[in-house]
């Protein structure tokens, strides 16, 4: 059973940094992008940032120029760089691996981490 495996959230004040890091627990093939969701209380998870295959990175428009992913697809790992921190952005944080089989996608979640920004 393959798991994706999260750590680095946390409680820090508007305007600081945290560093999010996901790895699956046993390598995949296959693997179209690797990113992160987030859900904050009563609302629908959201993407945040996602890396591709490929190389290219997408972002939410609330977190241009403040957030950034990297990673390793081919390793099944993924970070996110979070700074200039907002109490919008206070959500748990889910890492999400999108896996292509026979062109069927299949999604992998993380069991989520709490970040939450205090003003």
């Known amino acids: 059973q393959v798991q994706l495996v999260e750590s680095g959230g946390g409680l820090v004040q508007a305007g600081g940094s945290l560093r999010l890091s996901c790895a699956a627990s046993v390598s995949m093939s296959s693997i179209n992008a690797m990113g992160w969701y987030r859900q904050a209380p009563g609302k629908q998870r959201e993407l945040v940032a996602a890396?591709?295959?490929?190389?290219?990175?997408n972002y939410a428009d609330s977190v241009k120029l403040r957030f950034t992913i990297s990673g390793d697809i081919g390793k099944n790992t993924v970070y996110l760089q979070m700074n200039s921190l907002k109490p919008e952005d206070t959500g748990v944080y889910f890492c999400?691996?999108?896996?292509?089989?026979?062109?069927?996608?299949?999604?992998?979640w993380g069991q989520g981490t709490q970040v939450t920004v205090s003003s």
């Open positions: 890396l591709t295959s490929g190389g290219s990175r």
């Open positions: 999400n691996a999108d896996r292509r089989l026979m062109g069927v996608r299949r999604d992998y």
